[in-house]
Nanobody, 123 residues
Framework: QVQLVESGGGSVQAGGSLRLSCAPSGLRVGPNCMGWFRQAPGKAREGLCRIDRDGRTTYAKAMKDRVTISKDNAENILYLQINNVKPEDTAMYYC?????????????????WGRGTQVTVSS
């Protein structure tokens, strides 16, 4: 059974930084695309960034200046660094993965999802 487990969330003051992690298990082969998403209360889920097996990254325009996605290829652990956090970054953050390389051309259709880690930013 495939599982993605996010960690690193919590409460942080505006202007601070966070590093989220996502550890997959149960995958017989490494995913070809992984990504970070978030969903704030009352809002739709939004894609933040993606990374493919070759390390190519895609960022949503709104977050590009404040987030960095990276991946430990040996362990397939995914990271999300968020700098200069703002109250509007308060949300549940999810990682997602897919075996399709082409999944990294889109924000939709990811096969595997974690349960999320809550990030709360206070002003």
């Amino acid at each position: 059974q495939v599982q993605l487990v996010e960690s690193g969330g919590g409460s942080v003051q505006a202007g601070g930084s966070l590093r989220l992690s996502c550890a997959p298990s149960g995958l017989r082969v490494g995913p070809n695309c992984m990504g970070w998403f978030r969903q704030a209360p009352g809002k739709a889920r939004e894609g933040l960034c993606r990374i493919d097996r070759d390390g190519r990254t895609t960022y949503a325009k709104a977050m590009k200046d404040r987030v960095t996605i990276s991946k430990d290829n040996a362990e397939n652990i995914l990271y999300l660094q968020i700098n200069n956090v703002k109250p509007e970054d308060t949300a549940m953050y999810y990682c997602a993965a897919d075996h399709l390389f082409s999944r990294c051309d889109t924000w939709s259709g990811f096969t595997y999802w974690g349960r999320g880690t809550q990030v709360t930013v206070s002003s």
